[in-house]
């Protein structure tokens, strides 16, 4: 397969998980939860067996405590999804928190120096704080709009992938 039938398959895959998860963002978010459990009780499971077959050595030994812990984690997944949810939304809500006091501390730190003129530097990091405090106490709704925005990027990057192949192949 070459690089240019790869990129296809990129962008047509990016625009329907895009679709996807704009027309339907909660049911998206649990489904990518259940997913994410079965990926990782599998990696415990392969990693169980892979050890067990290994030599017996003690990183094998560590393989498979590792297996089981993964096992262990899958399987929290697959039963608590709409806890994992949440606890994602609220790792969000504080990343975007996070995020956005660093850029208002930068953008002061640039007024200070001279370097940054107007305020609406400043606004915007205000709103961006305030967005990542109503993500933490609303965080249901936060991720389906978070999967919905997703959704939106996937489906731009997607037909601009797709877009700037065909250009080049012309």
């Known amino acids: ?62 393989g498979a405590v590792g297996g089981i812990v993964k096992i262990i984690i899958g399987i929290f997944i697959l039963t608590h999804v709409t806890t994992i949810i949440a606890l994602l939304s ?20 640039l007024r200070r120096e001279g370097q940054l003129e107007g305020i609406w530097h400043i606004i915007l990091a205000v709103l961006v704080a305030l967005l990542g405090i109503f993500m933490l106490f609303a965080p249901h709704g936060t991720v389906n709009a978070a999967i919905f925005v997703v959704g939106i990027l996937l489906v731009v990057y997607g037909a601009a992938t797709f877009y700037l192949t065909y250009r080049e192949s012309r």
Do not use: Q, W
């Open 1 to 62: 397969m070459t690089l240019r039938e790869n990129k296809i398959i990129i962008s047509c895959v990016s625009i329907l998980l895009g679709i996807l998860f704009i027309v339907n963002p909660g049911g998206t978010g649990k489904e990518i939860a259940v997913i994410a459990g079965i990926v990782v009780l599998i990696a415990g499971i392969t990693d169980i067996v892979r050890r067990l077959t290994g030599d017996g050595t003690a990183s094998s030994m560590d």
């Open 90 to 109: 609220y790792i969000l809500g504080i990343v975007v928190l996070i995020g956005a006091l660093r850029s208002l501390e930068h953008t002061l730190r």
